[in-house]
């Protein structure tokens, strides 16, 4: 895929099969696939160039051993340090706005399968979220973290969790930051289905060839009529979300939560 795809040892990596199903992996595994500021904007650009580069749907995965743990902490929240609020940058912050690379995966009329094959926490259960369909490893789970990091979730978790599991299921994983393996996310209906490990992405892949054997447009039409008719504003949304996370990164709790889980210790909230 020319022009499109990073190489060996970089931190997303794109291949493109002759059956026109693109797969985009994070690839950090040491860190269990955090990301970064680069994976952010490499993930953006890979879901948007995708189409044009001949694929008719998009799988996404994590390199062993996990999916993707979320935001790097000391990348992208600063490492609780005072007066950084790095998740945002000065024209997010001065402008808010949707995630860029949310921005180009709830927007994108490919179809999109996650196969969720560790832990898919914080960002990366938004990134899971955002996906039309998702098939886990035995091995997965699930948590919405932001909460204890004193932080609101990206729009996907606000917007398409109560979609997938109901209102009430998803406010008590948004309120509380657990973390539910595979066969709760199955019984609340948070993933289509949960195969052994070894079996994750041959099921995958067999699915997204069968998707992408039909007529691309016709797809690609039934998707944007799915968001149209189920989906919120999500730029609106996501320019909530950025505002209030210019706030919430200002304070003290968000700090302690970061320091909390860097010092691997429980956290002491104060409300402030």
Same mark, same amino acid.
Request: negative net charge; charged residues 20%.
């Given at each position: 895929?020319?022009?499109?795809?990073?190489?060996?040892?970089?931190?997303?990596?794109?291949?493109?099969?002759?059956?026109?199903?693109?797969?985009?992996?994070?690839?950090?595994?040491?860190?269990?696939?955090?990301?970064?500021?680069?994976?952010?904007?490499?993930?953006?650009?890979?879901?948007?160039?995708?189409?044009?580069?001949?694929?008719?749907?998009?799988?996404?995965?994590?390199?062993?051993?996990?999916?993707?743990?979320?935001?790097?902490?000391?990348?992208?929240?600063?490492?609780?340090?005072?007066?950084?609020?790095?998740?945002?940058?000065?024209?997010?912050?001065?402008?808010?706005?949707?995630? =860029?690379?949310?921005?180009?995966?709830?927007?994108?009329?490919?179809?999109?399968?996650?196969?969720?094959?560790?832990?898919?926490?914080?960002?990366?259960?938004?990134?899971?979220?955002?996906?039309?369909?998702?098939?886990?490893?035995?091995?997965?789970?699930?948590?919405?973290?932001?909460?204890?990091?004193?932080?609101?979730?990206?729009? =996907?978790?606000?917007?398409?969790?109560?979609?997938?599991?109901?209102?009430?299921?998803?406010?008590?994983?948004?309120?509380?930051?657990?973390?539910?393996?595979?066969?709760?996310?199955?019984?609340?209906?948070?993933?289509?289905?949960?195969?052994?490990?070894?079996?994750?992405?041959?099921?995958?892949?067999?699915?997204?060839?069968?998707?992408?054997?039909?007529?691309?447009?016709?797809?690609?039409?039934?998707?944007?009529?799915? !968001?149209?008719?189920?989906?919120?504003?999500? !730029?609106?949304?996501?320019?909530?979300?950025?505002?209030?996370?210019?706030?919430?990164?200002?304070?003290?709790?968000?700090?302690?939560?970061? !320091?909390?889980?860097?010092?691997?210790?429980?956290?002491?909230?104060?409300?402030?």
């Amino acid at each position: 895929m020319p022009g499109v795809g990073g190489g060996a040892g970089v931190d997303v990596t794109w291949a493109l099969g002759d059956d026109h199903v693109g797969v985009v992996t994070l690839n950090r595994p040491a860190t269990r696939n955090a990301l970064t500021w680069s994976m952010y904007a490499e993930l953006e650009r890979l879901v948007r160039l995708a189409g044009d580069a001949g694929a008719r749907c998009l799988v996404i995965t994590g390199a062993d051993p996990a999916f993707c743990s979320g935001d790097d902490v000391r990348q992208v929240m600063g490492g609780g340090e005072e007066g950084q609020t790095p998740l945002l940058s000065d024209n997010e912050t001065r402008s808010p706005r949707l995630t =860029p690379a949310a921005d180009a995966l709830l927007y994108t009329d490919l179809p999109v399968i996650a196969a969720v094959n560790g832990a898919a926490v914080g960002w990366g259960m938004e990134l899971a979220v955002m996906a039309d369909i998702r098939v886990a490893s035995d091995r997965a789970r699930f948590g919405e973290l932001f909460v204890l990091r004193g932080l609101v979730s990206d729009a =996907p978790g606000l917007g398409r969790l109560a979609q997938l599991i109901g209102r009430e299921r998803a406010a008590e994983l948004l309120f509380t930051g657990d973390v539910i393996d595979a066969a709760t996310a199955l019984q609340l209906g948070l993933v289509s289905r949960v195969v052994t490990h070894d079996e994750l992405l041959p099921t995958v892949f067999a699915l997204a060839a069968r998707i992408a054997a039909n007529p691309p447009l016709a797809v690609q039409r039934i998707k944007a009529g799915l !968001r149209r008719a189920l989906d919120p504003d999500w !730029r609106d949304l996501g320019a909530w979300v950025s505002a209030n996370l210019a706030e919430l990164f200002t304070t003290s709790d968000h700090r302690e939560g970061v !320091r909390a889980f860097l010092e691997k210790r429980p956290a002491n909230f104060t409300g402030h």
